[in-house]
C-alpha cells in the first residue's frame, strides 16, 4: 500500500519560512517524480513545484521561484518543501504527489492527505 505523508505546516507569520516533508512508502521512492501542489480556500488546487526521480530536473511556478525550494532524500523516500519568506497567498493547503515519469506526462498516481499552512500578515 503506498503511502504519502506530509508533516511541517503551521501558522507563521510573513517572512517566516516553513520546511514541509513528504515521507513515502510502498513504493519505489527513487524512480518516481514527486511534486508539491496546494489549495487555497475557494480555490482549485494548483502545481507548485516538482522534481524529478534523479533530482536533475525542477520545475516550479512564478509565484514562488526564489523563495521555494524542492529537494528530496532518495534514502529516506522523503521530499521536502522549503519554504522562505512567506506571504499570506502562500496560505493553503499543500500536497505532495508521486508519479511515474510526471514530468513528461503530467500526471500524480499517488497523493498525501495534505498539510496546512496559514500564514498571517
Known amino acids: 500500500q503506498v503511502q504519502l505523508v506530509e508533516s511541517g505546516g503551521g501558522l507563521v507569520q510573513a517572512g517566516a519560512s516553513l520546511r514541509l516533508s513528504c515521507a513515502t512508502s510502498?513504493?519505489?521512492?527513487?524512480?518516481?517524480?514527486m511534486g508539491w501542489f496546494r489549495q487555497a480556500p475557494g480555490k482549485e488546487r494548483e502545481f507548485v513545484t516538482s522534481?524529478?526521480?534523479?533530482?536533475?530536473?525542477?520545475q516550479s511556478i512564478d509565484a514562488v521561484k526564489g523563495r521555494f525550494t524542492i529537494f528530496r532524500d532518495n534514502a529516506k523516500a522523503t521530499v521536502y518543501l522549503q519554504m522562505t519568506s512567506l506571504k499570506p497567498e502562500d496560505t493553503a493547503v499543500y500536497y505532495c504527489?508521486?508519479?511515474?515519469?510526471?514530468?513528461?506526462?503530467?500526471?500524480?498516481?499517488?497523493w498525501g492527505q495534505g498539510t496546512q499552512v496559514t500564514v498571517s500578515s
Open positions: 510502498g513504493l519505489t521512492f527513487s524512480e518516481y517524480d
Open positions: 522534481i524529478d526521480w534523479g533530482a536533475g530536473n525542477i
Open positions: 504527489a508521486a508519479g511515474l515519469k510526471a514530468d513528461f506526462t503530467g500526471r500524480y498516481e499517488f
